[in-house]
């Protein structure tokens, strides 16, 4: 009986820790990836990782998977496992879909958003108009800026939709490291005024204003960041 109950115990617990290594491993390499230390097109050795980060190979290579299913690395079987490489095609694609993606969820959520909603939609615009002079308020910022539009995602209560933002948000984030430049800088009172326009379509609970915000904000940011990838290129 006593035995048992300890074999049971041991048994629960390995589950348990071999799962958190696998989160912790995934976290790990996924801020790697997007704070670019890990950049596009390096090399990812199972071994290497593994004694970095004092795990076995075993999280190490369900790490991986998870970030192959978010598009962050590509596994090759014959060449071995690479940090994913963005073309402008692949940015392109993954803003197309998060247009309609965004654009569909606010067509159903825009009549019945909340008032809790909308406050805090405004106090993500607010967070959004503060000036951004360090990396700190720039993170705070990217963060704002990702809430307000999960605000809309989240009224439409569209589980399957929900799901399929949630797998471009990796390109995304990673789409963003390209635009760390003036350019950005430049574009920031553009941006706010096309915040501020979605947080007032939401204000006003009007469809059509909402989905037309959310369009230009979102086209115009995709032609930005393609415009940043070419000259990163050449
Ligand atoms: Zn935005």
């Not at 079987?77 to 694609?93: K, M, Q």
């Not at 990796?170 to 430049?186: E, F, K, N, P, Y």
Request: aromatic share 2%.
């Amino acid at each position: 009986m006593a035995t048992q109950g300890a074999s049971f115990g041991k048994s629960t617990l390995g589950r348990i820790e071999r799962r958190r290594a696998v989160d912790d491993v995934h976290a790990a390499i996924r801020e790697a990836i997007l704070a670019r230390r890990f950049p596009p097109g390096m090399r990812l050795n199972v071994e290497e990782l593994s004694a970095q980060l004092g795990v076995s190979l075993t999280p190490v290579r369900s790490a991986i998977q998870l970030l192959a299913a978010e598009g962050l690395v590509d596994v090759h079987s014959r060449s071995g496992t690479f940090v994913a490489t963005l073309t402008r095609r692949d940015l392109a694609e993954t803003f197309d879909i998060r247009c309609a993606l965004e654009c569909l969820a606010a067509e159903n959520a825009a009549p019945g958003l909340t008032s809790a909603q909308i406050e805090y939609a405004q106090k993500q615009l607010a967070i959004l108009a503060r000036p951004i002079r360090s990396d700190a308020q720039r993170r705070a910022h990217e963060q704002a800026n990702s809430e307000l539009h999960q605000i809309v995602i989240d009224a439409a209560a569209n589980k399957r939709l929900a799901d399929m933002y949630e797998s471009l948000q990796a390109h995304i984030a990673m789409g963003r490291l390209h635009s760390v430049d003036q350019t950005w800088q430049s574009r920031l009172s553009q941006e706010h005024q096309e915040h501020e326009e979605i947080v007032e379509a939401m204000q006003a609970r009007d469809p059509q204003a909402l989905v037309s915000a959310l369009r230009q904000h979102i086209m115009r940011a995709k032609i930005a960041l393609l415009d940043s990838v070419e000259a990163d290129n050449s």
